[in-house]
């Protein structure tokens, strides 16, 4: 309120006016919301000053003025501030001895003002202005706001009542109205208990003290319970259907909430059941993709094996020309190495020995890696020990054909013809292998790569498949490396071997071991033949298996889609079940609002009823009133009568008196 007061002074001021030190101090102290000026005699300027205030002012809800000595000016500007005001709800003017143009002002205040719900006018003669008084009426019927009125010991006559009785028939907002201690009297009372019937929410009237028989307070009271009850009941019936409505709608909400997760849930498992079979059509694309792919390399390996066939055939050819020529050259020289095969021979059974060893190692070995390389390793190791040992045996062929005599010149060079033909075929042959076998290692090594992936996208399932098979793997490469350094090693020592044996070996055994190696190289390229035809058995037995997985994935697939549609017809039954059951609470409702509709059928027939009933009784305590104002009046006659007949009987007996004898005997006083 501090704002309030300095807003206040500042007004005094630009109006050329001092401030009350009164309406100050009574500004320092005040609660929030409320403006208590009460006994405080406030000027025109000071009017004014709170005029102007007012119609700005949003905190006050509460303006108490009663006795404040207005005159009609301040009162003016006082009211023509509030009606602007928009948040004033009870206004205090008692005892401010309103007139006329209080009583206009306060008319123009109660159609402009839309939140004033309660107004105290105890204490004032607005109703001696009859004119006024009437605006007053007019505009208290075209008010909708106000709630509470309090007209007591305002001189309202029954001129006033009647014009009050209007503004009652037409207002639908008061709901208490106090006259008490008014001049109402017996017409005023008549008008109000007339127009009561056509006001609804008027639940409180007090006339005590109007001179207003017992019977009109009577049916007041009785209209002022009739409209209580009326106001109880239609507040219990606007309650009940506020709660019904309530409870509607929050039904209506919550199944609509249902349906809409309802829905939901099956949208998504729509959703879910197109984007597994999606990724179900991807996997089956890409297993088929694999299958066709394997298929590929199983028939380029079936194409490269007739071919390493073909090759071998050409092979062995070539080798059987070269034992024939090598017999012829044995032949030759049988009678030369006679000799030395006998110095030799020991030596040879101990190189032999060793050899056998060497090579028994070397098959264990072999087997060894066989059984735990996969199938890419084992082409490279063989195609390299294929590789060393023509390497080999063509130094030897290039040694042995340097120390031949000049008669094995012809065949050297046949040789050497022949040497070079094979190794530029054996050089195609094993560059093509190397390439096929890279291709082959790059193609595997993709496949492997890409079947890991897809196989890592599968069911949760083949993770322990997965991990087997790791362990599996992690314990080959462990195997594998054990192998390759015990291979490493025995090549050493062959190599060690092979250095002590070619210092003592001679030439024929050398032709010899050339033509057991060449032997060696085309058992060695059988063995790869046989290998890779074990390995394309194998292929195709992963192929077969795959096939295997690919239709228990279908298989799967299927039953899942039929899991699935089981689902959703359980879900389509709940649905229905849902939608019966909501259906039957729609029903429910429809029965209830019915039930509702009856019942203010009912209450509408009952109050016709009792509004007849009223009609009645109004009817019936008129003609008791015709006949009691009758009755009234024909006692007053006898009395008028009674008192002619005492004032007759009174002047003859003083004529009497005045002409008796007996007066003019009594002695003068």
Excluded at 500 to 512: Q, V
Aim: proline share 1%; hydrophobic share 35%.
């Amino acid at each position: 309120m501090e704002e309030f007061r300095h807003s206040y002074s500042r007004l005094c001021k630009e109006s050329g006016a001092e401030p009350q030190e009164t309406v100050l101090q009574q500004l320092q102290g005040l609660p929030r919301g409320r403006l208590d000026l009460a006994t405080q005699s406030l000027t025109v300027d000071t009017c004014r000053a709170l005029g102007e205030l007012l119609q700005k002012e949003t905190l006050l809800t509460q303006l108490t003025l009663s006795d404040c000595m207005l005159s009609e000016e301040g009162a003016t500007l006082l009211l023509q501030g509030l009606c602007a005001n928009t948040v004033v709800r009870f206004l205090d003017l008692k005892g401010n001895n309103l007139r006329a143009a209080g009583a206009e002002a306060l008319g123009k205040l109660l159609r402009q003002n839309k939140s004033i719900q309660s107004l105290t006018l105890e204490w004032n003669n607005m109703g001696a202005w009859e004119d006024a008084f009437a605006t007053f009426c007019r505009a208290l019927a075209d008010n909708g706001a106000l709630r509470q009125l309090d007209l007591r010991n305002n001189q309202i006559s029954h001129k006033g009542a009647e014009e009050l009785a209007l503004a009652l028939t037409r207002n639908t907002s008061l709901q208490q109205l106090d006259l008490r201690w008014n001049d109402i009297g017996l017409l005023g009372g008549r008008a109000l208990v007339n127009c009561l019937p056509r006001n609804k929410t008027l639940w409180r009237l007090e006339l005590a003290g109007n001179n207003v028989p017992g019977d009109i307070l009577r049916a007041v009271e009785q209209a002022m319970d009739h409209n209580r009850d009326r106001q109880t009941t239609f507040r219990e019936n606007q309650a009940r259907t506020h709660v019904l409505s309530k409870e509607v709608q929050h039904l209506q909400e919550e199944k609509s909430k249902q349906f809409l997760d309802l829905m939901e849930t099956i949208e998504k498992q729509r959703k879910e059941m197109a984007r597994s079979s999606r990724a179900s059509a991807i996997r089956v694309g890409q297993l088929q993709e694999a299958l066709n792919e394997r298929h590929s390399v199983i028939n380029a390996l079936k194409a490269k094996l007739q071919m390493a066939e073909a090759a071998l055939a050409l092979s062995e050819q070539k080798a059987q020309g070269l034992g024939e020529l090598l017999a012829t050259s044995e032949q030759e020289q049988r009678s030369l190495a006679q000799r030395q095969a006998k110095e030799h021979r020991l030596e040879q059974q101990e190189a032999a020995e060793r050899e056998s060893k060497l090579l028994r190692d070397l098959s264990a070995a072999n087997e060894k890696t066989l059984l735990l390389r996969n199938q890419v390793d084992e082409l490279e190791r063989k195609v390299g020990s294929q590789q060393e040992q023509l390497f080999l045996a063509r130094q030897e062929l290039t040694n042995t054909a340097a120390e031949l005599k000049t008669r094995a010149i012809q065949a050297e060079e046949r040789l050497e013809l022949e040497k070079k033909r094979s190794r530029q075929s054996l050089e195609d042959l094993e560059r093509l292998r190397a390439k096929e076998i890279e291709h082959l290692t790059r193609r595997l090594e993709e496949s492997e790569k890409a079947m890991q992936e897809r196989v890592q996208r599968l069911e949760a399932s083949r993770l322990s498949l997965e991990e087997e098979l790791s362990r599996v793997k992690a314990a080959a490469l462990s195997e594998r490396g054990q192998a390759e350094e015990e291979l490493i090693k025995a090549k050493n020592q062959v190599r060690l071997e092979e250095q002590r044996l070619a210092h003592l070996e001679e030439k024929l055994r050398l032709l010899a071991q050339a033509r057991d190696e060449a032997q060696s190289a085309c058992l060695q390229q059988r063995q790869t033949v046989a290998e890779a035809q074990a390995q394309a058995g194998q292929l195709g037995l992963q192929v077969e298996g795959l096939r295997r997985r690919l239709q228990e994935l279908q298989q799967e697939l299927s039953n899942k889609d039929q899991e699935k549609v089981a689902e959703v017809t359980r879900v389509r039954v709940e649905l229905q079940e849902q939608n019966g059951r909501l259906q039957a609470e729609l029903t429910a409702q429809e029965a209830l609002r019915e039930k509702v509709a009856a019942l203010e059928r009912q209450l509408k027939v009952i109050t016709g009823d009792h509004r007849e009933a009223l009609l009645d009784r109004e009817s019936e305590n008129a003609s008791l009133r015709e006949k009691l104002r009758l009755k009234e009046a024909e006692i007053a006659r006898i009395r008028e009568e009674e008192a002619q007949r005492a004032s007759f009987l009174q002047n003859a007996v003083l004529a009497y008196v005045q002409g008796s004898p007996l007066r003019a005997m009594s002695p003068q006083k």
